[in-house]
């Protein structure tokens, strides 16, 4: 067996490195000894144990020709090395200089590297599953639908069957276990898989087998996620075989997966699916579209579009078949890694929005370069002495060129390894203010994010040290000697090549910044937003009633009747209510039949206790909430909202049908009475467009398996969450996981994107101002110095402060200018990339536009008047004697 | 070359295996005794360097032993302790023997 010959790349080392006669014989001894070691301890300890030797032996023998190949290659490092020292020596003179630079380059190329390091981790890695472009999910759809939709359990068997394209087809049922900890019990998000999950899914394990096909009675088995793993067992590596208490019995661990092994990424594990459970919760109906998903991996000699023609085709077939359940049902392709990034099918602008953020801090980095090659040039300048007599004694242009390149290569490398630190934090920030994003836990520094940083670095330097570079080489040898290095300074070139790259800095700076406003703007739509209730001191509590117990939906209903009340009591509460999904908490549809419309349509479907809309701060339109007396088992009064009954055109009294969606006590029987009140329509999210339509029932015509306790509270005192906690346990201890949370928080949560994107062009946008500024100052201070003499003459001759004033604040304004108009050019062609990002605002938004411009003329200026000042206060007569 | 030049500790403890082991002494199993008896690891490098360089001063002499099939048809090489080696070994033991001479029991050395 191959396993019982020595790691091969040790084994190559060795024959490499080791330079003694007896190398053949050392290799055999060691191998000879590396199989005995094999059966005595294992090959992991045997391969460990060469490992050992290996580098034991290497040690000592790279020393000994590590002198030999250095004398070979040391003509070309030592000259390097000479001129890095010579930089060093040169920079230490100017650490001034040399500190704003590598600083400046720090920061950028930290920045730089932080957002790369989580593009990279979240767009570019491929995921960790074999051959992962053949995996797809299969999900069922309308015609003329662009939504996705769950499959069920029966389609799936009959595409598995039917087909021939996919290697492997796995179902996934997703449902909470119950685990029983010190502190009580905690609900645990699990993914029941079907037999060839972990056979399609084709992912490395760090212990154990996962299961595969599992009888009923082999159910009770889990395979953990690498993280939980890690935060539950503290990675204890002897986790395989133990058992998980869980309320309805323990379980076996049976495997852990690989580190990013994440899929379904709601769930924290796997647990088989077997028979029974798909009895359990009633998988066995073909319209049962509900928290499923199908994985499958096509096989390798099909292409993606083949396989879903032989889909479709099943799918009309079934269609056929089975006309009441899947009339107008199709299907639909997803390659895994889009649903990794966009789960909900709702985050389709994440790839943009993080390249955008990814070339804004490019832009950032673009200006610092921009502000770096001023500050060489007028180190070009300002040596052109030295550099002369260099020149005159003999040293060549190319090599003054290459001196001056050096200069910035050691500068980028500096700024690259603090930035590399930098970047560390800065991937800590930004992940500490940013909205859950998909496989977060694949982000790190890695080779790929090394090697990007060490290409910026170089690109940097070759950016910021090209033209002070070629400036070094082009002087003229008789001026600069001529006269001591004071004239070259007021050489046209130099001065056209710097007040570009600040024009250019404003340009950039520019579009940085309307691209932050455009966002700051969205934002602030989104916060204007009417949500239709009142988020404010409303607290959340979500309800799991404990199973088997509450199988009854009579005692449910009961239970969440006592809960309300025990709630209610809690003083400082102000009223407390329960529906099946508060706004952002989930939601189910119903079909709908109205009287009156020919047509079945689809609503909204909300199980409600009396004075929900009171405690939601939901506005009663017309008729009147629930009261009470409603909440019996059948119901001749419904609400509806006003979407609605503005889409249906429906008026109190009308008699509507929807039904029942509680799986274990007749779904799908209808629940049929009069609209007695219209109430306000509400938004799932902020950056929802539309309201949905929504039917109220009374709760306990439909208990549902799970219930949502809003109270309002009097006050945000703390403490209300621990209050309301204990008067639920004190109802039913064994209810899991009692969480309350605050409504409020949980809404501004799901604009937590937009606020990260703003927030953080925002910052890349004040950088860059600041950047700029700083640029502009140096450039106009270099000008007013220069133009010293001139001043001093134009005053001699009566020039009035104001005209001088004049006169360098014009040329100030000119460059601004300039700038503005290239920024406003680019910020046109650029922002349309934001499109998706925006709400409610026009990327040729001029308000933003103007406002933004104007703020970066003012603060352009500020950097101008202090050079310009000084000029008026040039004395004459000192400069005249100067002359 | 001839002795005179002294033994290190890693030479000595080659030759003292090689004694020990009589004519089944080759890389492995002279390592294997080294690292037994006196407990510290040692590298198969370290122990070809030491052979290498005994053999030059003729301290020590190899032999190589038939083709083994288990070793893919190769030869090991055999080592043995050569009579100038035997002499410098008890030279350097000598020498050890002399420079502890009632130290045995010098309160410095106590071992604490």
Redesign the interface.
Known sequence: MSDHRPPRIAVWLLRTI?A???R???I??????FRARIDGRGIVAARFWFW??VL??VG??LRSRAVAVLALFARGPLDLLQEVRFVFRSLKKSAGFATVAIITLALGIGANTAVFTVVNGVLLKPLPYADQDRLVTVWSAMREDSRRFLPSYPDYQSWQEQTTSFEKMAFIYGDELVLRTDDGLEPILSAYVSADFFAALGARTTLGTPFGDVSDGAAKQVVLKYGEWQRRFGGDPDIVGKTIQFTDGSYTVAAVMADGVDYPFWARMWTPLTPAVVDRYGLRARDRRIDSRVLARVRSDVSHDVALVELTTVASRLEAQYPATNRDWTVRFLPLKTVVLDPWGQNQNLRRALYVLLAAVGLVLLIACANLANLMLARVVTRGREIAVRSALGAGKWRLIRQTLTESLVLAALGAVIGAVVARWGVDALLAGAPQLPRVDEIRVDAAVLLFTTGIAILTAILFGMAPALRTGGGSLVTSLKDGGRTSVGRLGTKRMQMSLVISQIGLALVLLIGAGLLARSLRQLSQVNLGFNPDQLTSVRIRPPQPQYADPRLRADLYRRLVDAVAAVPGIESASLANHIPGGGLIFSPLRVEGVAEETTTGFKTVAPRYFETMGIAVVEGRPFTAEDMTEQTDGLIINRSLAQFLDIELGRRITVFKQVADEGLGEPISGQVIGIVGATRTSLSQEVPLPDVFVPYTVNPWMHATIVTRTRTEGPGIGEQIRDAVLSVEPEIPGVQPRSVANDMYQTVSKERFAARLMGSFAGIALLLSAVGIYGVMAYLVRQRTAEIGLRMAMGATSRQVLQLVVGRAMWMVGTGVIVGLAAAFGLTRFMTAMLFGVETMDLATYASVTGVLVIVALVPCYLPANQATKVDPLATLRAE | MTSRDGLNEVDQLVLLALVRLGPGA???TI??EIEARSAKPI????V??A??RLEKRELAESWLSEPKP???G?A??HFRITAAGAAELRDARGVMARMWEGLEMHPDLRIR
Do not use: H, T, W
């Open positions: 080791l003694q006669p007896n053949d014989f050392i055999d001894d060691l191998a000879e000894e050992c030797q034991q032996s000592p023998s | 080759y890389g492995v390592r294997a590298s198969m490098a370290a070809y360097s052979l290498d288990e070793r893919g190769r090991k090489k």
